[in-house]
């Protein structure tokens, strides 16, 4: 094109951007194709996943197995596998893509290089699953991230599929998932089954390793259970035969067939899993013994979901650090995690209700029916989703008292709404949202921990507003010890020397609450613990000790427990005594 045509600006010239010239087609980004996983491929193919705890990737894994898949979980990530997502990764992401990318492609290397597969034979017969969002965060971008770095690695076409965290199936696409998943009740209620299963014995683990004679014992004991629990899942038969109940509920339900509808009802009085944990605790009681008369402080540990659950350098392996510190360490459970993405769909459910019900109000004329046909959806709608939470927290229930219902219960969600929102709004999703303010408001309100550890991924944008919003909590509570730490894959030392100074705090404020609880019951350390050992049942690493409000402690609440079992034993040498003075008849 002319200069002297380029300055003339013709009107009706494309070239010249003239305001008469046609706008250019809208040219809109589309996910690159990928090839989904197919029915045919389920007897060959193998499903890639993990860098959650131990526990979860190997019950997920026997689980899947067990529903007829063939899969294997990823190595727990390490500073090499961070490394090397480093140097496939583009720069600038969360440590958790590194970790994850670098261990998937280490997994494949040696596959390749290890057991002499070939890259074509890789590529087809192995995928990665993964979870995907659209959230306000890095996370939406790491489906991307791995299919970079899995093409610059030398694996050109490696399959990456993608369930959405909030349900369903890619987010984007659901034809790109493949028919090879059964998206149904069946597959999700064993997920979820698997979950909590793994989410108690993490709990019990570490609610029982700092206070066992012999601490290295307590990870073959849990290794032990966890094989256990394997067995179950991955011989267990998942298949369920509607019967007349449940063809008669399905038109009552949103479930598009009477299966679904029967695996909901022969969760309800199915025993395999308690049973599996039932036998699992059998094995702790029997080859453990505890001593919890030593004061240790309670650390609860929040924050970015990934760091606060894996169990590697992903964390600087903290959970070990603080329990070599002397501490106990308080895990949250990844069921609290899913029944908060539950519970945040009321909300949506309410904007579209309002949505929906002013409109079919306009429409209505005098009788409103299309209005009371949107009420009533919504009220429905509403209801299943609080079933949903009833039946979650019942199994959860069910499971932890099979191990002796000594680890806490999940949170209502109600309640750390209400107790986050002032501080951090309720609506503001991604990550763990308010759920970073709500559970340290909660354990400070409720007495449930001497220190709050939130762990998070070097600049992780939802964490990083939690914790300016934690500016505020702690100038109301100024007495509120409270500890945010960024992980990344290197800078441990520096975690840990402002994890200890923290812990100090927090010792001291153990020892003053023993030494109350001592002076309240009448106890010496030398007495309670010659109390102990005259009662075997104390030193079982089951034994419920019931917590007093306000009392985090668990040598303190073991000091209320071991004067109330004192109490009723003089009691009874009393009410004896007595019977035997008493004279006889005549």
């Known amino acids: 094109m002319s200069d002297a045509h380029r300055l003339t600006g013709c009107r009706s010239c494309p070239q010249t951007g003239g305001r008469d010239a046609a706008p250019p087609a809208a040219q809109n980004y589309r996910l690159p194709a990928e090839r989904g996983f197919g029915r045919d491929e389920r007897g060959r193919v193998t499903l890639l996943f993990g860098s959650l705890s131990?526990?979860?990737?190997?019950?997920?894994?026997?689980?899947?197995?067990?529903?007829?898949?063939?899969?294997?979980?990823?190595?727990?990530?390490?500073?090499?596998?961070?490394?090397?997502?480093?140097?496939?990764?583009n720069p600038g992401q969360c440590n958790p893509v590194y970790f994850v990318t670098g261990a998937l492609i280490r997994y494949l290397e040696r596959l390749r290089d290890e057991e002499?597969?070939?890259?074509?034979?890789?590529?087809?017969?192995?995928?990665?699953?993964?979870?995907?969002?659209?959230?306000?965060?890095?996370?939406?971008?790491?489906?991307?991230?791995?299919?970079?770095?899995?093409?610059?690695?030398?694996?050109?076409?490696?399959?990456?599929?993608?369930?959405?965290?909030?349900?369903?199936?890619?987010?984007?696409?659901?034809?790109?998932?493949?028919?090879?998943?059964?998206?149904?009740?069946r597959l999700y209620r064993a997920l979820l089954n698997a979950m909590f299963m793994a989410d108690v014995l993490n709990a019990i683990s570490h609610q029982i390793r700092p206070y066992a004679s012999d601490p290295d014992q307590v990870d073959a004991v849990i290794d032990a259970c966890i094989s256990e629990c394997e067995?179950?899942?991955?011989?267990?038969?998942?298949?369920?035969?509607?019967?007349?109940?449940?063809?008669?509920?399905?038109?009552?339900?949103?479930?598009?067939?009477?299966?679904?509808?029967?695996?909901?009802?022969?969760?309800?009085?199915?025993?395999?899993?308690?049973?599996?944990l039932a036998r699992c605790r059998r094995i702790i009681e029997?080859?453990?013994?505890?001593?919890?008369?030593?004061?240790?402080?309670?650390?609860?540990?929040?924050?970015?979901?990934?760091a606060q659950t894996t169990e590697g350098d992903g964390n600087f392996n903290m959970f070990r650090f603080l329990e070599d510190e002397g501490a106990e360490v308080r895990i949250e459970p990844l069921a609290a995690w899913i029944d908060y993405m539950r519970h945040s769909l009321h909300a949506l459910l309410k904007d579209r209700r309002l949505i929906t019900c002013d409109a079919a109000r306009a429409r209505g004329g005098v009788w409103m029916l299309p209005w009371a046909g949107a009420w009533s959806r919504y009220l429905f709608q509403d209801g299943m989703l609080r079933l949903a939470g009833v039946l979650m927290r019942r199994e959860y229930d069910r499971m932890r008292r099979a191990l002796g219902e000594t680890t806490?219960?999940?949170?209502?969600?109600?309640?750390?709404?209400?107790?986050?929102?002032?501080?951090?709004?309720?609506?503001?999703?991604?990550?763990?949202?308010?759920?970073?303010?709500?559970?340290?408001?909660?354990?400070?309100?409720?007495?449930?921990a001497h220190m709050t550890l939130s762990l998070k991924p070097f600049g992780c944008m939802p964490s990083t507003q939690s914790d300016g919003a934690q500016a505020a909590v702690l100038g109301r509570y100024p007495e509120m010890n409270f500890l945010p730490v960024e992980t990344s894959g290197d800078g441990e030392v520096n975690a840990y020397s402002r994890v200890q100074m923290a812990l100090t705090q927090a010792k001291d404020q153990c020892r003053r609450e023993f030494r109350q609880a001592l002076q309240d019951t009448r106890w010496t350390r030398e007495t309670l613990a010659d109390f102990v050992k005259r009662h075997p049942e104390l030193r079982q690493p089951l034994h419920r000790i019931r917590?007093?409000?306000?009392?985090?402690?668990?040598?303190?609440?073991?000091?209320?427990?071991?004067?109330?079992?004192?109490?009723?034993?003089?009691?009874?040498?009393?009410?004896?005594?007595?019977?035997?003075?008493?004279p006889g008849p005549r």
């Not at 997920?60 to 596998?81: E, N």
């Not at 449940?246 to 299966?259: I, Q, S, V």
């Not at 001593?291 to 540990?301: F, G, N």
Request: hydrophobic share 35%; with cysteine.
């Open 54 to 89: 131990s526990a979860h990737d190997r019950l997920v894994k026997a689980t899947l197995q067990g529903l007829g898949y063939h899969a294997d979980h990823l190595p727990m990530p390490g500073r090499r596998d961070f490394q090397s997502g480093r140097e496939y990764c």
């Open 116 to 185: 002499g597969l070939s890259t074509d034979r890789i590529v087809s017969d192995y995928i990665f699953v993964t979870a995907g969002s659209c959230g306000p965060c890095r996370f939406g971008m790491y489906e991307a991230e791995h299919r970079v770095a899995l093409r610059k690695a030398g694996f050109e076409g490696f399959r990456v599929i993608t369930f959405d965290k909030k349900g369903g199936g890619d987010g984007h696409d659901p034809g790109r998932v493949g028919d090879g998943f059964e998206m149904n009740v």
């Open 231 to 276: 067995d179950t899942l991955r011989r267990r038969s998942y298949a369920v035969a509607p019967g007349r109940v449940a063809r008669w509920l399905r038109p009552l339900t949103p479930f598009r067939c009477e299966e679904d509808v029967a695996q909901l009802l022969a969760q309800a009085r199915e025993r395999d899993y308690v049973d599996a």
């Open 286 to 306: 029997q080859r453990l013994q505890v001593d919890r008369s030593t004061p240790k402080p309670l650390v609860k540990i929040t924050g970015e979901f990934w």
């Open 408 to 448: 806490p219960a999940l949170s209502q969600q109600g309640v750390l709404q209400r107790l986050g929102h002032p501080f951090y709004h309720s609506r503001i999703t991604g990550g763990e949202g308010y759920l970073e303010i709500a559970k340290n408001l909660h354990a400070y309100h409720h007495g449930q």
């Open 547 to 582: 917590g007093r409000r306000g009392i985090a402690g668990t040598a303190a609440n073991l000091a209320f427990h071991a004067a109330a079992l004192r109490d009723r034993e003089g009691r009874g040498l009393a009410a004896a005594f007595t019977s035997m003075r008493r």
